[in-house]
């Protein structure tokens, strides 16, 4: 730093922005070094939502941990309650009924939807065009209609459970999906015709933020802003989990490595996911949603109420919980902000011996700094928006 | 002369009410505008449709406990928001706003207040002098952050003040005078301004909207990034002047724009005023448009815009204006 002051004859300012700024879309706090206006250094300091979800997680059974995954991802709860689950699956190597299977899938698309919508809301009120916040919400009010439908919750829904999903979702969930299909496709154009070519949003976005490709690999991030960079990595379709490799959809990518590439791979995201959507509602069957295996289903009321041995089983893995072999296993999805992943260390127990989360928001907010050195302050509220992140991941 | 001095009083009197109730409706106008297309409704409850919602927040505003902080320069702190105020209800003493006409004891008055022959000039001065309300506003608050948002305020005005200005003088050229009323005349039997100097219009608008500090220039309250500007110190009344003064300036330009570019009164039948108000309220529901429609700029493209965009673009019109009128005469 003073090596800097010396050869550029300027002043290197320290400011503080956050952890209550309102552009900082939670409890992030950054350290920002000013030359000028221009940024030289950003440091995020991170830690005021910790919650120590990851030792919480030694002192809960398998099932019991699954309502703390929600409140990681808080935007979009079912892509970590997959996450998680398929870790868990993992030690029994069970087989998912097909309905299930299909419902994870719309479960982990819609909530792909839900969590962009409210990235393209904030991200565009961040950058001031206010309108796309209040038609992105209202989008997102749909999404969480379905879920409310499907789970009695709007966003912390805890839905999936290892070996399937809870229960069955009523007929009104593919009504109100059919609808919300249809739609969704037009109005991710009205949002597109309020930002794509806009000359504003163009100055505000292309060239701010670059990540170039090597920079990317090297920091690790995951998702839209590894795609943003030109990377054409996207878990599921290069390592399917679950039914992906039945879905035909395109891996959005863009070569920009600034905001504006973030903003497009998204947008096409948000239009893949719509596909997906579509393709499972016509393919998925009928049946069951919760595995038979005995070692981990968990009986449905139906068997509860009449069934003597329904009633022990239930209460015997409500409260104790089953016991996962000795091992260790590693489950990931490829969640709206990038690879979320469970490693879970066994040791024959009904709690995990250790749990460790690799939260996307985590890894890709490392990148900050790099996307913000030479931009000016101003930028720095975008770049921060195009990161997506949340802190209930970062800090966990 | 008695009955001349009355009446100008009363003119006064009418065209400040009218243009305090026009403020008041233009927030209605804008909540409801925007709520409309951001697909909610704005305000309801207060009256039918919400219509009595300007008035209970006027009332609220003057209700409000008027907080001096401590150490504020005193005079000065009081000063800012009228010297923000008056110059913005003053410009409409010039304003042409019908051509309509009464006969009070045997001698023909206008209904507008007054018709100056540098009546542009006049208009333009006194936004200047708004500016200072702004720069005393944040000096005298006695905090850094009202303090830097006035300067990026006045920085933002200034810088577009210029470009305003310039962006004038090619109708100024084509009417040969810059008395408002005799702009609106020369464009009563010949085409709008509008037609032939539209690069002049479109300049005008720019800066119009960059001068009001509305969306996309509404850099100096960006809620995103900062939660207001200047007045950040300012409550009760004091803060509603400032409120006040920005709608009102917002007319003004809008004014100007309809006299200067879209023939001012004159229209095809009926009452000239109409038409007046119509072009205004055209303007003013153009700007709401803008605002539900476009992102902020960044501050230094904002000074790009102005200074490396508007006015070589403004020069050049005037330049070409010139030579067209010399090559015509």
């Known amino acids: 730093m003073s090596a800097m002051v010396k050869d550029n004859l300027s002043e290197i300012v320290t400011v503080n922005m956050g952890p209550q700024h309102p552009s900082t879309h939670g409890v992030l706090r950054l350290v920002v070094d000013l030359d000028g206006e221009t940024i030289v250094g950003v440091r995020p300091d991170v830690g005021f939502l910790h919650r120590g979800v990851e030792k919480l997680a030694e002192h809960r059974t398998y099932h019991q941990f699954i309502p703390l995954t929600d409140r990681l991802d808080y935007l979009s709860p079912l892509s970590n309650n997959l996450a998680y689950c398929l870790a868990v699956e993992k030690f029994f190597d069970v087989k998912i009924p097909e309905r299930a299977e299909y419902l994870r899938v719309i479960f982990a698309e819609l909530a792909r939807a839900a969590s962009h919508l409210v990235w393209i809301a904030t991200h565009a009120l961040d950058i001031g065009a206010m309108t796309v916040f209040l038609y992105a919400f209202r989008e997102r009010e749909l999404i969480l209609d379905m879920f409310e439908i499907a789970t009695g919750q709007r966003m912390t829904s805890s839905w999936i459970r290892v070996g399937g999903i809870r229960e069955d979702v009523p007929p009104l969930f593919f009504e109100k999906l059919k609808e919300f299909v249809s739609i969704f496709d037009d109005r991710i154009n009205t949002y597109e015709n309020l930002l794509t070519k806009n000359r504003i949003w163009l100055s505000r976005t292309v060239g701010i933020g670059k990540l170039s490709r090597e920079d990317a690999l090297d920091y690790g991030v995951s998702g839209p802003i590894m795609r943003g960079s030109g990377i054409d990595f996207d878990l599921r379709r290069d390592e399917p989990y679950g039914i992906y490799n039945r879905f035909k959809f395109e891996v959005a990518v863009s070569d920009g490595c600034d905001i504006y590439s973030r903003y497009l791979v998204r947008v096409k995201e948000m239009r893949e996911s719509n596909k997906i959507l579509q393709q499972a509602l016509d393919q998925i069957p009928e049946g069951p949603v919760m595995t038979d295996d005995p070692r981990i289903e968990i009986p449905s009321h139906e068997d509860v109420y009449e069934k003597m041995e329904a009633l022990i089983r239930r209460f015997y893995i409500i409260t104790k919980g089953f016991a996962a072999p000795k091992g260790e296993a590693y489950g990931c999805v490829e969640a709206p902000k990038g690879e979320l992943g469970f490693y879970i260390v066994s040791d024959g127990d009904t709690k995990p011996y250790r749990l460790k989360i690799r939260a996307p928001s985590y890894v890709n907010l490392g990148a900050l700094e790099a996307m913000a050195k030479g931009h000016m302050l101003a930028d720095l509220v975008g770049i921060i928006g195009s990161v997506d992140i949340v802190l209930g991941e970062i800090d966990r | ?329």
């Open chain 2, 1 to 329: 002369m008695l009955v001349e001095l009355i009446f100008v009083v009363i003119k006064i009197l009418v065209v400040i009410t009218v243009l305090l109730l026009g403020v008041a409706y233009m927030t209605w106008l804008e909540r409801k505008v925007i709520g409309h297309m951001q697909v909610r409704l704005g305000p309801t409850h207060v009256g039918w449709k919400g219509l009595l919602q300007p008035i209970a927040d006027g009332l609220k505003l003057v209700a409000k406990e008027d907080i001096i902080p401590t150490m504020v320069d005193k005079p000065v702190y009081i000063i800012a928001p009228l010297l923000s105020l008056i110059p913005a209800l003053s410009a409409f003493a010039v304003i042409p706003f019908t051509n309509a006409t009464v006969n009070l004891f045997g001698t023909e008055y206008h209904l507008y207040i007054t018709d100056v022959n540098i009546g542009l000039l006049y208009v333009l001065a006194l936004s200047s002098v708004g500016t200072y309300g702004i720069i005393m506003s944040g000096w005298a608050s006695n905090s850094k952050y009202a303090l830097l948002g006035s300067l990026r305020s006045s920085a933002q005005v200034i810088s577009y003040e210029t470009a305003m200005g310039l962006s004038l003088i090619g109708p100024v050229l084509l009417a040969g005078t810059v008395s408002l009323k005799g702009i609106t005349e020369a464009q009563a039997n010949g085409f709008w301004f509008i037609v032939p100097q539209f690069v002049a219009f479109v300049v005008y608008l720019i800066s119009a909207i960059a001068e009001t500090n509305r969306a996309p220039f509404d850099l100096p309250e960006a809620e995103t990034e900062l939660v207001a500007g200047f007045h950040v110190e300012y409550s009760s009344m004091k803060f509603a002047m400032f409120f006040l003064a920005e709608y009102a300036n917002m007319y003004v330009v809008s004014s100007i724009a309809t006299i200067v570019f879209l023939g001012g009164w004159n229209g095809p039948f009926g009452p000239s005023f109409i038409w007046f108000i119509l072009k205004i309220v055209a303007l003013m529901f153009f700007y709401l448009w803008l605002r539900a429609t476009l992102p902020r700029l960044r501050f230094d493209q904002l000074m790009t815009l102005g200074w490396k965009i508007l006015i070589p673009i403004a020069l050049v019109n005037v330049v070409v204006t010139s030579i067209v009128l010399y090559a015509i005469n």
